[in-house]
């Protein structure tokens, strides 16, 4: 058998132990929380399509800017890329969540055909200059016409399933190539409702067809737990708690969830996430509004002041093992 095995390697064939094998697990970027690293496995595949879809201002494009800015802090030899097609992403508000502005590249696709070129274009660079890899953000999928859309009046017909032809070409093409390149592809997209949907299915679906669902690695939806107030008798929302449940997972286990909490003035609340798991793993003892570590009391604000974001992770890490 080892010399078939090796007239067969010299004809395109490699053995599934090599480490040249495309589908390898080539590592990860991290998310910027632990607990999503966690129910991710590890973080977001690098060379991999992720996928991050909910209804609207749930924290789609703040976890990509949070992507980014984890990335930068990895490494400066990682290239990061925006691709603002909704011309939402306000580089002001990147900056003040802590993105280095200056070492992100930004392009704003027309449609899915100049998006596929901007793609080419990067995988090229990274190729050339043998870049270590990096994160191209697409904020989002559902802004991008096809030029066939773009060349038409508003008055004439339209033709649904050309945009998805076409997004299944370009994912074909592109799977490849990003993978060699370790260049994670991270894609919102924006929930709709399925129409055809009956009590039996589900009512949720995304634009452009199916064939993001089928080469994409890693989903991950967003759906809202709670607004979060001050206090009880404040009358202003200043966050939210979401409910992150990998629905696809090619990289570990899928299914998985975590609760996360979004504060509008400063991004992802890691402290606050990381008290409430370590909260509801008993980690701290409560009576009432105080709080029990190690014989000595404290106040919720307390804790989230004393220990920092750091400390509060390296116990939920613990607590994770």
Same mark, same amino acid.
């Given at each position: ?15 599934? $132990? ?11 970027? &991290? ?93 090229? @660079? ?13 904020? $989002? ?13 508003? @008055? ?7 945009? !998805? ?9 592109? !799977? ?12 919102? $997209? ?7 949907? @009956? ?13 993001? +669902?089928?080469?994409? &690695? +890693?989903?991950? &939806? ?100």
């Amino acid at each position: 058998m080892d010399d078939i095995y090796s007239e067969l390697k010299s004809n395109g064939f490699s053995l599934f $132990s090599d480490e040249d094998i495309g589908g390898k697990i080539k590592g990860f970027f &991290s998310s910027g929380n632990i607990l999503l690293d966690h129910i991710l496995g590890g973080g977001y595949g690098r060379g991999r399509i992720v996928n991050i879809y909910s209804n609207p201002s749930l924290g789609k494009s703040l976890l990509c800017v949070e992507a980014v800015k984890a990335l930068q802090k990895l490494d400066k030899e990682y290239i990061a890329i925006i691709d603002d097609p909704e011309t939402s992403l306000d580089p002001t508000r990147a900056e003040s969540l802590g993105v280095d502005i200056n070492r992100v590249l930004y392009t704003r696709s027309n449609s899915v055909e100049e998006f596929f070129n901007h793609i080419q274009a990067i995988i090229g @660079t990274i190729k050339e200059h043998k870049i270590k890899g990096g994160i191209y953000v697409l904020d $989002s999928l559902d802004a991008l016409s096809t030029n066939a859309e773009l060349e038409r009046k508003i @008055t004439d017909g339209t033709y649904g399933s050309d945009k !998805a032809r076409k997004l299944s070409e370009i994912f074909r093409r592109i !799977a490849r190539d990003i993978s060699d390149c370790e260049l994670t592809l991270l894609i919102v $997209s924006q929930v709709r409702e399925n129409i055809a949907a @009956t009590f039996m299915t589900n009512k949720e679906t995304i634009s452009g067809g199916k064939a993001l +669902q089928f080469y994409c &690695s +890693q989903r991950l &939806s967003l759906k809202l737990k709670q607004k979060i107030k001050e206090s009880t008798t404040d009358t202003d929302i200043n966050g939210l708690e979401i409910i992150a449940e990998v629905t696809k997972n090619k990289l570990a286990n899928p299914f998985q969830k975590a609760e996360i909490n979004i504060n509008f003035l400063k991004g992802l609340d890691n402290e606050l996430t990381y008290f409430n798991f370590l909260i509801e793993h008993k980690k701290f003892r409560q009576a009432g509004g105080w709080y029990y570590i190690e014989d000595k009391n404290y106040r919720k604000n307390e804790i989230l002041t004393n220990l920092g974001v750091d400390k509060l992770g390296e116990m939920v890490k613990e607590c994770l093992k």
